[in-house]
């Protein structure tokens, strides 16, 4: 069985993507919204908005005369959003399910992208898409994750699907890393938004060290893009869990070194770069 794209992915993980959001998404998303510089009464989007960990607090920046579009292609994500959103009596989101690639909307004053732009089959068009929705002057900050990030807990879960899977299937890393690769280190994600539609580019390196106990390293598993190298047979399911923890240890700690981004689209008769 080929593995499926990251961007494909069934509507499932979003509890297990919940789990995580204390420790790992929530601190990165408040980095970008901070870097993004959200004003009273801009207009946002935030694509691949996941649970919120950026809308809220892009929300909460606009203020009422503001408004944030959360886009992100799972239902089940989208309601956990929106049920922060209402727990906080925020009434300036609108959430809609459906793919932030072909998202048609804007002009934005600002676009947050958090851990989703490599998620995409052509992270190109994707890149240059955003570009397009921004008004003249509007701002891009997205997070990626850092070379070397993710490595070892990569290597484990590998290594427990190639035990029980045939080895076309296991050795072929997620299609998601090639793309995130091509955007791991300073240098790269400068040259790639450069080349993309956007200028002034500035990238900020976030170190973070998240200890997972085994439960939360395989709700890492099912909530992330690595759900895509898992079986779909419940009982194969669970022998690759069981062996991804057991080689994982209880005193794992995941390596989620990160960038934070942020970047300009000219205004009328400036060139990228």
């Not at 959001?21 to 870097?35: C, G, R, S």
């Not at 939360?216 to 069981?242: C, F, H, Q």
Request: hydrophobic share 45%.
């Amino acid at each position: 069985m080929t593995p499926r794209h990251a961007s494909a992915l069934p509507d499932q993980g979003a509890e297990d993507f919940e789990l995580l959001a204390p420790a790992l998404w929530n601190p990165i998303a408040n980095a970008v919204v901070a870097a993004a510089d959200v004003h009273l009464g801009e207009l946002v989007l935030d694509a691949w908005a996941g649970t919120g960990a950026g809308t809220i607090p892009a929300a909460q920046l606009c203020g009422p005369d503001g408004t944030v579009d959360a886009v992100d292609p799972s239902a089940a994500m989208l309601d956990m959003a929106r049920a922060k959103a209402e727990a906080l009596n925020l009434e300036n989101i609108r959430f809609s399910v459906g793919d932030p690639a072909h998202w048609s909307a804007g002009p934005y004053d600002a676009v947050l992208c958090c851990y989703g732009l490599f998620l995409v089959p052509d992270m190109a068009a994707t890149t240059t898409r955003m570009a397009s929705l921004l008004r003249p002057g509007g701002r891009l900050a997205l997070s990626t994750w850092n070379e070397g990030a993710l490595e070892g807990f990569e290597a484990i879960l590998l290594e427990a699907c190639g035990a029980e899977r045939a080895p076309a299937v296991y050795q072929a890393r997620p299609d998601f890393t090639a793309n995130w690769e091509k955007l791991a280190s300073e240098e790269k994600l400068v040259d790639w938004l450069a080349a993309h539609g956007f200028r002034e580019a500035e990238v900020q390196a976030v170190s973070l060290s998240v200890p997972l106990e085994p439960g939360m390293a395989w709700s890492l598993v099912l909530g992330s893009g690595y759900r895509t190298v898992l079986p779909e047979a419940p009982d194969l399911r669970g022998r690759i869990r069981d062996r991804f923890t057991a080689l994982l240890g209880e005193d794992f700690v995941l390596n989620a070194d990160s960038l934070v981004a942020t970047a300009r689209v000219g205004e009328p008769g400036q060139t990228p770069g």
